[in-house]
């Protein structure tokens, strides 16, 4: 007892923060709720305990986080995935349905339970079909007391910028993959929130130095974020922390993070605009009615007016971002050198024989397993190496233990695009156009720039961190990671619609360490058990033969040889707009109704493939 005891002060004494690392527990329990935070509609929202906005979850570094998720939503199943969190040794903890657990239907409950030894701003949201954009999304927050930065401000702030839709996204689905909507514009929000509401001020003290942690927790859009009259110091990006690097505009991307440092003024006698614009060349239609550019105020004093901004444009016009790509992180980790696997993939959106618009990896869209991928790994057994297991449309890559992975990422592709990677952060050693680049003139570049690995710029010595990046339009990014973290791990675009639309892949990583080292609790499978989902099997449920795909979910099929995705698309209006009438059809995107309207209907429009759509050149077929 004696020695124990001992032992318990010298720990004390020597490490406190260990000894200090607690358990945090929340219950959530997930239920519909009304709320109208941009005050133009009540709408049902995914509320948690009867609340919403959702609750900002918080914990110190080293805690185990541990939230108990009941789903009291009645039709609609559920997980939470927790954005950033490395989730070592605890890959059944990342949320992620069909690829890391079941979704958890209606009536059930799972329990999320891992230990935080990150520092920094992250998130979580809803990670089952696409339920996060009603609502079901909020920051969550690492405490460090140890940061570098930490004794440099006093008080700190959360904000998260978010767009919003007036409709259950289960609404805008059916429009959205439609064969009305063969361009696959995305579905354009109806508001844009500040921290899930609009119109409202951060109360500041005079010469005083804040932390302010941004999170953008949207759907779909990028937004450019300044203060006027006040220069950021960007600390920290998803959770990595940087050299101090001072910023006027950043440009955030749906969900990418910055913690940043402002001063504020001596005086205190006026409020400052904080300003939000929304990255239009994202948005394919812009009604008179929405509201891109917001104001919200740093106010020093509650009685000083409130002006709206006036926007700070630059002479092109546009407004030009902080490259996160010469961000250099504070630990200074060096360039990963050698890759031991280089994967190149291409970002393409096409058509499918269905004529709805799809995503694409390569030629392969992301198509959900029948077992989820981490089941299948600890089912395989020897065969969990074999990507074949896990069906051709999850596009499977094993990696193999402490690999350096290089990721080659061609966007093909007219539009910007987030990706994410799970369980990691990934280095950022080269990327083409760079932000602050006119994305427009990129977009309408008839050839994709692709990255040609004898001829590119110096990589950089420290190449930034972060766990989701901008993808240029028509130009591309090289990632690298150590694949020191063995798990199933999604990497994907954040614009949910393209999630939806299958601009997706997995790294199977170390799947036999996985085997050894992974304990899957019951009530995970007993979400599977509740569902009717197998949690055994190849990606087809084929216990027997692992081997045998029989059966798995596909991706439809391609629009056959001799047909143009135009002229297919086409010829689908032509019968379309024969049977009820152009007129008569309501589509997100006005420019494709103009598409589809040059179609009339005496002619069958299967049209060269040199006569390719020229608006914003979405066909990359
Ligand atoms: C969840 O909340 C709903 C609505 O308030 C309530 O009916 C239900 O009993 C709660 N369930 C649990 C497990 O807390
Ligand atoms: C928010 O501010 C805008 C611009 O001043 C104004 O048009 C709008 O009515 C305000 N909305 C609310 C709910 O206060
Ligand atoms: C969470 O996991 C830790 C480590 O495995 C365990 O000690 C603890 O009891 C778990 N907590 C809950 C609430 O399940
Ligand atoms: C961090 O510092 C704050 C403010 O001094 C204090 O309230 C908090 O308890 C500290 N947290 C830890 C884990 O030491
Ligand atoms: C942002 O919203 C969250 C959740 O409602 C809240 O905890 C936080 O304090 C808000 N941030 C600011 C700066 O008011
Ligand atoms: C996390 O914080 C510690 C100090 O508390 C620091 O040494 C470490 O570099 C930080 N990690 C990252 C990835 O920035
Ligand atoms: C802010 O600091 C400056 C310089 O130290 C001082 O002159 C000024 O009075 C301070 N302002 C307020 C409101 O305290
Ligand atoms: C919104 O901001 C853009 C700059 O990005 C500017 O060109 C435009 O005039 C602004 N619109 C309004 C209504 O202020
Ligand atoms: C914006 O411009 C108008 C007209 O010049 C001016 O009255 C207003 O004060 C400006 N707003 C801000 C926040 O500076
Ligand atoms: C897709 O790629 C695979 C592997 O490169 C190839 O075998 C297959 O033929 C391709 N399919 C199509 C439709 O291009
Ligand atoms: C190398 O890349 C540069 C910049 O894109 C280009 O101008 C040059 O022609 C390329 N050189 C070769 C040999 O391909
Ligand atoms: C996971 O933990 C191992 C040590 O157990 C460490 O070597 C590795 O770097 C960690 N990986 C990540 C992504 O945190
Ligand atoms: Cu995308």
């Not at 104001?295 to 490259?323: C, G, K, M, R």
């Not at 004898?454 to 990589?459: E, G, Q, R």
């Not at 569902?531 to 798995?552: F, I, P, S, W």
């Not at 099929?557 to 008569?584: C, E």
């Amino acid at each position: 007892m004696a020695v124990s005891y001992l032992y318990y002060v010298l720990l004390l004494a020597l490490n406190v923060p260990l000894l200090l690392a607690k358990e945090v527990v929340y219950d959530f329990n997930v239920t519909w709720v009304t709320a109208n935070p941009d005050g133009l509609a009540d709408r049902k929202v995914v509320g948690i305990n009867g609340q919403w906005p959702l609750p900002v979850i918080e914990v110190d570094k080293g805690d185990q986080l541990v939230v108990k998720m009941y789903n009291g939503l009645g039709d609609k199943s559920t997980s939470i995935h927790f954005h950033g969190m490395y989730q070592n040794g605890t890959n059944e903890m990342d949320g992620a349905s069909m690829a890391t657990q079941c979704p958890v239907p209606p009536g059930s409950s799972i329990t999320y339970n891992f230990t935080v030894n990150q520092n920094g701003t992250y998130w979580y949201h809803c990670h089952t079909d696409y339920c996060y954009p009603d609502g079901y999304r909020q920051a969550l927050i690492v405490h460090d007391n140890n940061s570098y930065f930490a004794d440099q401000y006093e008080e700190e702030f959360t904000v998260t910028l978010s767009d919003w839709y007036h409709d259950l996204a289960e609404d805008i689905k059916p429009e959205f993959m439609s064969l009305y909507n063969p361009s696959g514009a995305e579905p354009i929000p109806n508001s844009w929130l500040f921290n899930d509401t609009i119109n409202t001020s951060l109360s500041v003290k005079p010469n005083t130095t804040y932390l302010l942690r941004l999170a953008n927790i949207a759907a779909f859009t990028a937004q450019y974020f300044y203060i006027e009259d006040h220069t950021l110091t960007i600390v920290e990006i998803d959770g990595v922390y940087t050299e101090p690097t001072p910023a006027d505009i950043l440009y955030v991307a749906v969900a990418q993070r910055y913690s940043v440092l402002f001063t504020t003024k001596s005086t205190a006698d006026k409020n400052y605009p904080i300003v939000t614009v929304v990255d239009s060349t994202l948005l394919d239609t812009i009604t008179p009615d929405l509201q891109l550019n917001s104001t919200n105020w740093l106010e020093y004093d509650a009685s000083a007016p409130h002006l709206q901004a006036n926007i700070t444009v630059s002479e092109s016009d546009s407004l030009v971002p902080f490259d996160d790509g010469t961000l250099v992180p504070h630990d200074h980790e060096p360039l990963l050198e050698t890759p031991d696997l280089s994967i190149n993939v291409a970002v393409i959106m096409d058509n499918l024989d269905n004529g709805k618009g799809y995503a694409f990896l390569n030629n392969i869209s992301y198509t959900t397993p029948k077992v989820p991928t981490l089941y299948t790994v600890m089912s395989a057994g020897a065969l969990a190496t074999d990507a074949t297991v896990y069906g051709d449309f999850t596009h499977t890559k094993v990696l193999g233990h402490n690999d350096v992975v290089e990721i080659i990422l061609n966007n093909q592709d007219s539009g910007s695009h987030p990706f994410h990677l799970h369980g990691h952060v990934f280095q950022v050693v080269d990327r083409y156009p760079p932000m602050g680049a006119d994305f427009y003139e990129y977009a309408d570049a008839t050839d994709a720039i692709a990255f040609d690995p004898s001829n590119h710029t110096a990589f950089p010595a420290y190449p930034p961190r972060r766990d989701t990046i901008v993808v240029p339009p028509m130009g591309y990014v090289v990632l690298r990671f150590r694949a020191d973290n063995p798990g199933v791990w999604l990497f994907h675009c954040h614009i949910d619609w393209h999630l939806m639309q299958g601009l997706a892949m997995t790294f199977v990583e170390a799947p036999l360490l996985m085997q050894d080292r992974l304990t899957i609790p019951q009530d995970h499978f007993a979400a599977c058990e509740a569902a009717g989902v197998a949690d055994k099997g190849n990606a087809a449920a084929n216990t027997e033969d692992y081997l045998d795909l029989r059966g798995q979910n596909v991706q439809p099929g391609w629009i056959p040889d001799g047909f143009t995705t135009r002229g297919i698309v086409s010829m689908v209006f032509t019968v379309l707009s024969a049977f009820l009438g152009m007129g008569a059809i309501v589509l997100y995107g006005l420019s494709d109704l103009k598409f589809a309207g040059r179609g009339d209907t005496a002619q069958v429009a299967v049209e060269p493939a040199a006569a390719r759509d020229e608006t914003r050149g979405e066909y990359q077929d």
